[in-house]
């Protein structure tokens, strides 16, 4: 057994019947590269079994300790069943992404059986020009960014004639625990509450306006405290205090309380038209897909006539999994928050303003313990995490006050070679994120074999013309290349 961590748990707690903590992704494949020229939905069921000696998360399924007493933990589950994770479905002629999007949507919107291991994947029939869709969704608790790349690292292979299928490893699946196992489990884990919140306070307090918590009154007031006291009564140090940034995000129609519906939208950017304009400027990929995401969103606001004065406030997140946890799976992330310059008219100025924020951002990351978001997760007794997790959302959505963030914007580095699933052509993978109260809109992008791949989730209330976003990502790009 295997217990989640305070941060894998958090993913969880936040689940409501309006939104869920699950990430997908929406892979488009060639079958024309297969042997037979065909992809059917048993040859998905024949790999993913053959690899599942090599991806134990798939296996796993929540164990809950009775009255919440700590963390769940993760079993394999002894009743696993293939047929009902890998299913396939087909959308109706004629083809068009918005037909594709719609469908995605709606199995994107629906939560995963807490039952079962928690996730699932569809075989999507009647794409254009014979291609097929290859949907994924699992749940943020298992996985984060780098270990969900480790998992497509297991499914895709390098050519069509993929490789020899790993040895069975003999796994049966775990014998049920009882719930007296567990409630023992339980109350073991009690005497480490205390523990735990003494071990996170030096680290977290000076940081807690870098987490979730910063939208509870007086938490910005308390880092700053436990900074000075910190610097303090260090010895050897040389006094200095890394700036603080002052971000309040102005509020959008898409930072209020979301629906149990979504829209979806993907398209591509050639990744060498991104790499001409940063080498033009000399800054990063990074820098300039948050400036035309910027751009983009500028756009939107103003067709809305909601543009405000002030920056918006992103969250972007950052992975912290050192070398030795590869292959743990879980979260090891962190939250920061950058302003997205929807403020600034001219492209070339929001980009310098992107680029010299973003550094400072790396900054601050450098400087903060990576355990962070754990550590100030250990100041909620698991009894009351759930709840006191969703009353901390609670208060972005209210209509009381500025949300904590106002979307996220998250940018994940891919492989640069053609990869295949079953022998077919990976052409395009768009990632599918998530949204909660207060943060209706994440746009989220992977690179693929010389492109970029945009994978925006907006509530369907809130942002019913979230396609037009797609368009105005290519706009904004076309702004910046150098002349």
């Known amino acids: 057994m295997r217990q989640l961590t305070s941060l894998d748990a958090q993913f969880l707690a936040l689940e409501t019947a309006r939104q869920t903590g699950h990430v997908a992704g929406l892979a488009v494949l060639d079958p024309s590269t297969t042997e037979s020229g065909r992809l059917e939905l048993e040859d998905l069921q024949r790999l993913v079994a053959e690899r599942l000696p090599l991806l134990p998360p798939l296996r796993w399924r929540l164990a809950p300790v009775p009255f919440g007493l700590d963390y769940p933990y993760w079993i394999d589950d002894p009743d696993f069943d293939l047929e009902y994770h890998v299913r396939e479905l087909a959308i109706p002629p004629p083809p068009t992404d918005a037909k594709l999007a719609e469908q995605v949507a709606r ?92 071990r996170s306070l030096p680290a977290a307090l000076p940081n807690l306006d870098e987490t979730p918590f910063a939208g509870l009154p007086g938490t910005a007031a308390v880092a700053r405290l436990s900074e000075r006291v910190g ?119 929001r980009l310098h303003r992107t680029h010299e924020a973003l550094l400072s951002m790396k900054e601050r990351h450098n400087a903060m313990p990576a355990r962070l978001l754990q ?40 492989p640069q070679i053609p990869l295949y699933c079953a022998g077919a052509q990976l052409v395009a993978n768009y990632p599918i994120s998530v949204i909660t109260d207060g943060m209706g809109l994440n746009i989220t992008v992977m690179s693929y074999c010389g492109h970029l791949d945009f994978g925006i989730v907006a509530d369907r209330d809130q942002m019913p013309d979230v396609w037009n976003l797609i368009g105005w990502l290519g706009e904004a790009l076309e702004e910046l290349k150098p002349t």
């Open 107 to 198: 199995i994107v919107a629906r939560p995963l059986d807490r039952a079962r291991p928690l996730w699932e994947l569809y075989l999507i029939h009647g794409l254009a020009g014979g291609k097929l869709g290859m949907l994924t969704k699992i749940h943020h608790a298992v996985i984060d960014g780098l270990s969900g790349a480790e998992i497509m690292g297991v499914l895709f292979d390098l050519d069509p004639a993929g490789r020899e299928p790993p040895e069975a490893d003999g796994v049966r699946g775990d014998r049920e625990p009882s719930d007296v196992e567990m409630l023992a489990r339980g109350l073991a884990g009690v005497p480490r509450y205390p523990l735990r919140a003494l």
């Open 231 to 349: 610097r303090l009564v260090r010895r050897g140090g040389d006094g200095s205090e890394l700036e603080r940034l002052e971000l309040k995000a102005p509020r959008t129609s898409f930072n209020g309380r979301i629906s149990p519906h979504r829209r979806i939208a993907f398209g591509q950017l050639s990744l060498d038209e991104v790499k001409a304009v940063k080498n033009a400027f000399g800054y990063t990929v990074n820098d300039v897909i948050v400036s035309i995401c910027a751009g983009a969103v500028r756009r939107w606001l103003i067709a809305h006539t909601e543009l405000p004065p002030d920056p918006l406030v992103a969250q972007i997140p950052v992975s912290v999994r050192s070398g030795e946890e590869l292959g743990t799976y879980g979260n090891r992330i962190m939250l920061m928050s950058a302003p997205l310059f929807t403020n600034e008219h001219d492209p070339v100025r």
């Open 375 to 414: 550590d100030a997760n250990h100041f909620i007794p698991p009894a009351v995490f759930a709840r006191a997790a969703r009353a901390t959302f609670a208060l972005s959505t209210s209509g009381r006050g500025r949300p904590r963030w106002n979307l996220v914007i998250s940018n994940v580095p891919g």
